[in-house]
RNA sequence: GCCCCCUUAGCUCAGAGGAUAGAGCAACGGACUUCUAAUCCGUCGGUCGUAGGUUCGACUCCUACAGGGGGCGCCA
């Protein structure tokens, strides 16, 4: 990564300036390189030399001048043009100088920036990926709601921000793997269990009641017709405890690929869809708790067996894993869950996406962790608020048309996928969502994903448009491309160049942050950038002389590379028009 | 009561120890016989919730308080 390279150098020049003598031989701060916010500072900056003088203070007493240590690092920053072997675009840095009170502003070589353009081009598809992960075994598990009807809104929140993590920690180099825990055993499935069956009855005209608390949306009379269309009216005739068995797996599968329907229409999908029920049914659940009771960490009491969590930092109290009944809660088998995860399956981390409501299962899957001898750190939870969806000032929680709860594939169908992705990527995750409705739909323009959208396919066209306006295929770069690019030396040019180069630190900030937001600022100031570029530069006009032309095609093939990539990252659609 | 998160422009939000706090929308003014105006340029707009503290330097870290949300079950 560019900036790695430039901290590098810029430590070197401070392990040079210390062998000189012109700095003191102390110990130095890590340096740190920052983006600066004004252009006029430079490409990159860092404050070594304020932190150095820091230091120097600190072990000698002596107040250190930041700028004079600054200049002593700065002389021994090798620049473009210092070494006569190379070529022009083989240098990095283009100068340094220090800045008010001891920054050292560094600034890109525009010979270099004009050969990347033909290297985000080779890179293609490739372009922004980092080799951070190094092949190591994540797994992203997100959604896993219950699977009981179709996703209320808010769990497409947990949808885009899942998938948009795992697009991103695939892009830094990590082996990901996407899962949705689907929790087929326990109180609330067994109860759409029964609803369901009730339901189905009822298509027989049988007169049975719904079980307390039991499910009533419509969209169980759906379930209900397709477990006839596929059964007949074979359970009819069941006892009852054999057909809701039976109900058991169809319900499962009818639900699940609703769910699967609903997710594909917004551009989610998985790689295993992990039951619950199957802990329990190989044993792993009753292995663990006895491996554990062996290890005094469950114990009975009360005539419930309990887990020991306040053993663990930031738990008070324990935690029931087999009530009194002598049934599991979920807690039980989310030990089992997490120990196949980490034990069996071997990933090196799990990064596991809930709702703030979960916040106080937090600490104790930490208690876990350790209890299961696992690192704390290998398990992450990325913690997102709510969303609450406004429609003529009102918030919205149910469905016009069902009256059930407001399901993501409405607000899907009618804001469309890539807007709802957008919206709903837009905010950091501890904060809470405020989406008006009626305003998305009315204005849908002013989502700003048609801005990056629109960007693109402009691109495309002009793309297009060259073809047939006599240049030579504009997808083939040509053999003299390398100097052609050295034409591109306007501002709007050289900064588009900037803004693509920026893709990889991108990916690395969102993936060290959990902050898949990130990205979609990124995508606008990328998209601004090739606005301004192609408000500015014409590429198929008289006046541009066909060597100038020719480069600016290629910036805009790497544009195009880059704007694609970002939306692909993003999980929303690269249009070629609009 | 205890714990966690949020508070930045009129609105929706970025910014996470650096230099003069940014964007979109809204409002106002300008640019279309276009390489796609779903665009671009400009103007207006801020005691970064309040009060202290740490630091050469704080929207950013610490403490207290206020307002908003969430969590504290033999529920999931």
Redesign the pocket.
């Known amino acids: 990564m560019i900036r790695d390279q430039i901290q590098q150098t810029v430590a070197n020049a401070v392990a040079a300036a210390q062998a000189s003598g012109m700095l003191p031989a102390i110990d130095i701060p890590p340096v740190e390189i920052?983006r600066?916010?004004?252009p006029?500072?430079?490409d990159y900056?860092s404050?070594i030399a304020?932190?150095a003088?820091?230091a120097v203070?600190k072990t000698t007493g002596q107040k250190g001048n930041?700028r004079q240590i600054a200049q002593s690092i700065v002389d021994q920053i090798p620049t473009a043009g210092t070494q006569a072997s190379r070529l022009p675009s083989d240098d990095l840095i283009g100068s340094v100088e220090l800045?008010?009170?001891g920054?050292i502003?560094i600034r890109l070589n525009a010979r270099w920036l004009q050969s990347q353009v033909l290297t985000i081009i080779a890179e293609g598809e490739r372009f922004g990926t980092i080799e951070k992960g190094e092949g190591r075994p994540w797994q992203v598990e997100y959604v896993s709601a219950?699977p009981t009807g179709p996703l209320h809104y808010g769990g497409g929140r947990n949808a885009v921000l899942g998938d948009t993590l795992a697009n991103l920690l695939e892009a830094a180099g990590y082996e990901v793997q996407r899962e949705f825990y689907v929790?087929d055993s326990?109180?609330?499935?067994q109860l759409f269990i029964e609803s369901l069956y009730v339901f189905y009855l009822q298509i027989f005209e049988r007169d049975v009641e719904l079980p307390q608390e039991g499910y009533q949306g419509a969209y169980l009379r759906d379930y209900a017709q397709l477990a006839r269309e596929r059964e007949g009216d074979r359970l009819l005739h069941m006892e009852p405890s054999a057909a809701k068995a039976a109900l058991k797996e169809i319900g499962r599968e009818i639900v699940l690929q609703d769910i699967k329907d609903e997710l594909a229409g917004l551009g989610v999908t998985f790689d295993l869809w992990f039951s619950e029920q199957s802990l329990y049914d190989e044993g792993l659940v009753d292995q663990l708790l006895m491996k554990l009771t062996h290890e005094g960490e469950v114990i009975e009491?009360?005539?419930?067996r309990w887990f020991l969590a306040s053993k663990y930092p930031g738990n008070?109290?324990d935690e029931?894993v087999v009530?009194?009944?002598g049934s599991p809660?979920?807690?039980a088998s989310d030990i089992a869950y997490h120990y196949d995860k980490f034990v069996r399956r071997g990933f090196d981390r799990v990064i596991n996406v809930w709702s703030?409501?979960?916040?106080?299962?937090i600490p104790r899957m930490g208690a876990v962790m350790r209890a299961l001898d696992l690192e704390p750190e290998r398990l992450v939870i990325l913690?997102y608020?709510?969303v609450k969806l406004i429609r003529d000032g009102q918030e919205v929680k149910m469905s016009k048309r069902s009256g059930d709860l407001l399901t993501v594939r409405e607000v899907v169908e009618e804001v469309g996928p890539d807007a709802v992705r957008f919206m709903l990527l837009?905010?950091?995750p501890?904060?809470?969502?405020?989406?008006d409705l009626s305003l998305a739909v009315q204005?849908?323009?002013?989502n700003?994903v048609?801005?990056v959208?629109?960007g693109h396919?402009?691109i495309?066209?002009?793309i297009?448009?060259?073809a047939k306006s006599g240049f030579d295929d504009p997808e083939v770069v040509p053999d003299d491309a390398a100097h052609s690019v050295t034409l591109l030396t306007h501002p709007a040019e050289l900064t588009l160049i900037r803004r693509m180069l920026e893709m990889e630190e991108q990916v690395e900030l969102a993936v060290e942050?959990l902050?898949p937001?990130?990205l979609t600022?990124y995508a606008?100031d990328l998209?601004?950038a090739f606005?301004?570029f192609?408000?500015n530069?014409?590429?198929?006009?008289s006046d541009v002389p066909p060597e100038l032309a020719r480069a600016?095609l290629l910036l805009?093939l790497a544009a195009r590379t880059a704007l694609s990539r970002v939306l692909q990252l993003m999980g929303m659609t690269a249009?070629?028009?609009?």
């Open positions: 920052q600066p916010n004004q006029e500072h430079g900056s404050n304020l932190l003088a820091s203070k930041p800045a008010g009170p920054f502003n219950n929790n326990g109180t609330q499935f009491r009360d005539g419930a008070e109290k029931v009530r009194s009944n809660t979920y807690f703030v409501d979960h916040q106080g299962h913690l608020n709510l837009t905010t950091s501890e904060r809470s969502i405020e989406f204005r849908k323009n002013e700003r048609f801005y959208q629109y396919a402009r495309c066209s002009l297009q448009k060259a942050r902050s937001h990130n600022y606008e998209t601004k606005s301004a192609y408000e530069c014409q590429v198929l006009h600016r805009s249009p070629k028009a609009m």
